[in-house]
């Protein structure tokens, strides 16, 4: 039984007759005749019956009807996906996102994105830089939102999405928090909440060059995966920490942010969009080059949709 026969014998049952059944399905009608006889060979038994106006589903054709029909509605519909999914248009998406790119990426571009393309599912799965890049690596995951510099950027392709610097996160009723700028030397004596560096190995390595940058080494007091939790551990008065900027969104009256005075020329911190180094298919591609174009707009470089 195929694709070909089933429509076939649903067109048959449609019109009663195989003279009508032949000229829909633009074939001769001994052809058509010769195929439903081996397809109900193949099934076991009569489909149709004669009858004087042409035929009629028996028992076992009705029974055949609905199903026959629901195959061709899916086969049908997977090769829609399959065409959509090989123009860029459909399929499924899965995407692992560090936490501050809730801050202010993931809502600008989700909704930019699936509205461009409605029939793309989006699968959103939390993670570190070091899950999103294992999760590439490994197909889990289509594409990771991570934080970079990367220290192993050659396994992958990397697309900048946001240019972003450290600020030093201090508990809002510090003597740090009177000032609204500081030299992150000022802050050495200061026990930091660090990064996991098991876990986010490479936030955890730029955050302690930074560090070494300004002439010291961290007093780590307390070590954690997620800015959010790092955060509340700021807030708790555990120590200060070392956070993108774009932390500053995290509500809270318990933390404030000071900008550095001493960051060295050309050292930022950013959001990447990272995706296996060979041919990752015109899905990836899409949700690449929209987020490069939404960060744009962002940033104020004039892109237009």
Same mark, same amino acid.
């Given at each position: 039984?195929?694709?070909?026969?089933?429509?076939?014998?649903?067109?048959?049952?449609?019109?009663?007759?195989?003279?009508?059944?032949?000229?829909?399905?633009?074939?001769?009608?001994?052809?058509?005749?010769?195929?439903? $006889?081996?397809?109900?060979?193949?099934?076991?038994?009569?489909? /149709?019956? $004669?009858?004087?106006?042409?035929?009629?589903?028996?028992?076992?054709?009705?029974?055949? +009807?609905? =199903?026959?029909?629901?195959? +061709?509605?899916?086969?049908?519909?997977?090769?829609?996906?399959v065409s959509a999914s090989l123009h860029g248009e459909g399929g499924v998406l899965r995407v692992g996102f560090i936490a501050t790119a809730t801050y202010e990426l993931l809502p600008? +571009?989700?909704?930019?994105?699936?509205?461009?393309?409605?029939?793309?599912?989006?699968?959103?799965?939390?993670?570190?830089?070091?899950?999103?890049?294992?999760?590439?690596?490994? $197909?889990?995951?289509?594409?990771?939102? %991570?934080?970079?510099?990367?220290?192993? =950027?050659? $396994?992958?392709?990397?697309?900048?999405?946001?240019?972003?610097?450290? @600020?030093?996160? @201090?508990?809002?009723?510090?003597?740090?928090?009177?000032?609204?700028?500081?030299?992150?030397?000022?802050?050495?004596?200061?026990? /930091?909440?660090?990064?996991?560096?098991?876990? #986010?190995?490479?936030?955890?390595?730029?955050?302690?060059?930074?560090?070494?940058?300004?002439?010291?080494?961290?007093? @780590?007091?307390?070590?954690?995966?997620? @800015?959010?939790?790092?955060?509340?551990?700021?807030?708790?008065?555990?120590? #200060?920490?070392?956070?993108?900027?774009?932390?500053?969104?995290?509500?809270?009256?318990?933390?404030?942010?000071?900008?550095?005075?001493?960051?060295?020329?050309? /050292?930022?911190?950013?959001?990447?969009?990272?995706?296996?180094?060979?041919?990752?298919?015109?899905? %990836?591609?899409?949700? %690449?080059?929209?987020?490069?174009?939404?960060?744009?707009?962002?940033?104020?470089?004039?892109?237009?949709?």
């Amino acid at each position: 039984m195929n694709l070909r026969q089933l429509q076939q014998f649903i067109t048959l049952a449609e019109t009663g007759n195989y003279h009508r059944a032949a000229e829909q399905l633009h074939m001769a009608q001994p052809p058509l005749s010769v195929s439903i $006889r081996k397809l109900e060979e193949e099934m076991g038994g009569a489909l /149709f019956s $004669r009858t004087s106006k042409g035929v009629a589903l028996t028992a076992a054709g009705e029974a055949m +009807l609905q =199903n026959a029909r629901q195959a +061709l509605f899916h086969a049908d519909q997977c090769r829609q996906m399959v065409s959509a999914s090989l123009h860029g248009e459909g399929g499924v998406l899965r995407v692992g996102f560090i936490a501050t790119a809730t801050y202010e990426l993931l809502p600008t +571009l989700i909704p930019s994105f699936r509205q461009r393309y409605p029939k793309i599912d989006l699968e959103l799965i939390e993670a570190t830089t070091r899950d999103a890049l294992d999760g590439v690596l490994s $197909r889990q995951l289509d594409v990771g939102l %991570v934080r970079y510099p990367l220290l192993e =950027n050659h $396994r992958f392709r990397l697309a900048p999405l946001d240019d972003d610097e450290f @600020v030093l996160a @201090v508990p809002a009723d510090s003597k740090l928090a009177e000032k609204s700028s500081i030299a992150l030397s000022a802050a050495a004596e200061e026990g /930091f909440i660090m990064y996991e560096p098991a876990r #986010v190995a490479n936030l955890h390595a730029v955050a302690m060059m930074r560090c070494h940058q300004s002439g010291f080494s961290p007093r @780590v007091v307390q070590e954690a995966i997620q @800015v959010p939790t790092i955060l509340s551990l700021v807030e708790s008065g555990v120590g #200060v920490a070392l956070v993108a900027g774009v932390a500053r969104r995290y509500q809270t009256r318990g933390v404030k942010f000071l900008s550095l005075t001493d960051t060295p020329r050309g /050292f930022r911190i950013g959001i990447a969009a990272v995706t296996a180094s060979e041919d990752n298919g015109l899905l %990836v591609q899409a949700f %690449v080059e929209h987020a490069v174009m939404v960060s744009k707009r962002q940033r104020g470089d004039g892109v237009r949709s």
